[in-house]
């Protein structure tokens, strides 16, 4: 009778655990996409890219629920925005606070990702502007040594322009999957140790109605 109890109770425990699980990426996408980008410029509503770095969670979190109703009571950051954007209502999404916190994860992610691609390219853009420059003035003197001197630094600039966003890809993804184990982790854990309680109390409270 217990073991049946307590599957009840890690089945009706585990049912908040799945929506934990829901992608941010496709939530995104879904709710935001068509009047927000992360790092791609405005649209309708501002370029979320840094959003984090600009705004509390807090604030956050209330803003994407029930934006109209911050601008009502007069928020002064959301009545910032409001008259910025051109007095253009955000729809409320429809989010709870865990889908939120999962867009903000991906938003967070997907900035970090598109300035670490962005410096690279600018490095590279760099690398081989100098490489040129040296390779010109080396051609004044043997045209065949900077025709040859060209063709290698183009070589290079073109294999630092493949590798580095491979690396960089895959740094976030590995980040990424080690965030996702530990949240995992975090969760398995609380059901657990919920679920022990949730036990006890019952087997106590069987040993009283005894």
Not at 11 to 27: E, R, T, V
Not at 77 to 103: C, H, S, W, Y
Request: aromatic share 6%; with cysteine; net charge positive.
């Amino acid at each position: 009778m217990n073991k049946r109890i307590a599957i009840y109770i890690a089945l009706i425990l585990l049912l908040p655990a799945i929506s934990f699980a829901q992608d941010g990426k496709q939530i995104f996408t879904t709710k935001c996409a068509s009047c927000h980008t992360v790092g791609k410029g405005q649209l309708v509503g501002p370029d979320l890219k840094d959003v984090d770095k600009r705004n509390a969670e807090p604030w956050l979190l209330k803003w994407i629920s029930g934006s109209q109703a911050m601008v009502k009571a007069k928020d002064p950051r959301a009545l910032e925005l409001f008259q910025k954007f051109n007095m253009i209502p955000m729809p409320d999404p429809g989010l709870n606070e865990t889908e939120i916190k999962a867009v903000l994860a991906y938003i967070k992610t997907e900035g970090g990702s598109s300035a670490s691609s962005n410096a690279s390219a600018d490095n590279t853009k760099v690398a081989g502007a100098d490489k040129s420059g040296a390779s010109s003035g080396s051609g004044a003197n043997n045209k065949t040594s900077s025709l040859s001197s060209t063709s290698a630094s183009q070589n290079a600039s073109n294999l630092k322009e493949d590798s580095t966003p491979v690396n960089s890809n895959t740094m976030f993804m590995l980040i990424g999957f080690a965030i996702i184990g530990a949240f995992f982790l975090g969760v398995i854990y609380a059901l657990t140790h919920s679920i022990k309680k949730l036990t006890k109390a019952l087997e106590k409270e069987m040993e009283k109605n005894k």
